[in-house]
């Protein structure tokens, strides 16, 4: 199993930037993929961006551009900068990690973005 804790969620306002990052403790060997999702208010969860084992990066056409998923294996930690931040991009931001034996979630961080 891993485990997965996000942070770095705030109140930002429109045009600013966040780095949320999710660090992974567990069998993170296993790990194949790890993603970044949201769940806009009243909305479903929706993916935003990945990264592979093999550092293939694939991201959200609404987020090109704009976001950018990295990381650092030293740190056991995946990393999602956020730029040129829009109202809609408020939402509650998740990370998971694809393991051969089930997709593991983190608890979710915050983003708010003011107009």
């Known amino acids: 199993q891993v485990q997965l804790v996000e942070s770095g969620g705030g109140l930002v306002q429109a045009g600013g930037s966040l780095r949320l990052s999710c660090a992974a403790s567990g069998s993170i060997f296993s790990i194949n993929a790890q993603s970044w999702y949201r769940q806009p208010p009243g909305k479903q969860r929706e993916f935003v961006a990945s990264i592979t084992s093999g550092g293939g990066l694939y991201y959200a056409p609404s987020v090109k551009g704009r976001f950018a998923i990295s990381r650092d294996n030293a740190k056991n930690t995946v990393y999602l900068q956020l730029n040129s931040l829009e109202p809609e991009d408020t939402a509650v931001y998740y990370c998971?990690?694809?393991?051969?034996?089930?997709?593991?979630w983190g608890q979710g961080t915050q983003v708010n973005v003011s107009s």
């Open positions: 998971n990690a694809n393991l051969p034996n089930g997709i593991f």
